[in-house]
């Protein structure tokens, strides 16, 4: 069993390398070398590079730091094995999601993969790939509590949300008609913490996310239907590394008919 405070420390761990990155200071970084299947110079790629790409910390099932200390999840593995497919270098920089948005808008990262949802207002600004996997928004409330099992039960809470999610947009479109009121967190954990302790009455969170927080008993259940929410996608700085976006498209189309995209989803989501 997974306990709440040994995932607060990863947070902590990680949070605090986040904090040095925006600061000005090195972030941590995993380095991955491409496979010999794809062909590099074929894809427009310049021989020798390897693309800086910026995720989030904190953000299981799709980054998530493994009892080893790699990062791991969807996203990882989705990268590492489209990289391998179409022979292409990269390395992460780990940050929170806004200081990985930022890190791609200031030109410090060519690319973010973070689970990060495809919307009309990013497309203003990046270019995103084909759709990998498509999410959705539900409610998380501390296990136990047996008072709350709809919106309505929220008139006159509050609610914990983090930054920059599309569970904190839901949230936002659904408060003055539930009345209830939100308070912002940078990471997951200590989003969940807030309703584990009672502060919050409940938190709202992408699904496959809080559905894995939930699977490692960290004291909290789910108790409404997905919402229908957008897809996550791949995103570059607009007209800027399309050969980028071009590996990543053809690659995921690869993974998706050799059955290796499957495969990832699989190893993390249990339906």
Known sequence: MKSIKKLLALTLA????????ACGSSAPKQTASSGASGDASAAGTDAGKTYLI??????????????????????????????????????????????????LQAGQS???????????????????SEPYFDSGVVMGIK??????????????????????????????S????????????????????????????ACFEDYPVLGYAVSQDIGLKIVTEKEQGSSYGFAVNKGQNAELLDMFNKGLANLKENGKYQEILDTYIQE
């Open 143 to 172: 296990a136990g509590n047996e008072e709350i099992k709809s919106y309505e039960d929220l008139r006159g809470k509050n609610v914990a949300v983090k930054t920059g999610t599309e569970g904190s947009a839901f949230a936002e």
């Open 110 to 128: 060519d690319a973010v993969i973070a689970g990060m949802s495809i919307t009309p207002e990013r497309q203003d600004t990046f270019d995103f």
């Open 174 to 201: 659904i408060k003055a008609e539930y009345g209830f009121t939100t308070t912002y967190f940078k990471d997951s954990s200590n989003m969940y913490e807030d309703v584990i302790s009672g502060n919050s009455a």
């Open 54 to 103: 910026a995720t989030d910390t904190t953000f299981a099932p799709f980054e998530f730091q493994n009892e080893s200390g790699e990062f791991v999840g969807i996203d990882m593995d989705l990268l590492k094995a489209i990289a391998e497919d179409q022979g292409f270098s990269y390395e992460i920089q780990v940050l929170g999601f806004d200081a990985a948005v930022q890190s």
């Open 14 to 21: 990680c949070a605090a390398a986040a904090s040095l990155a």
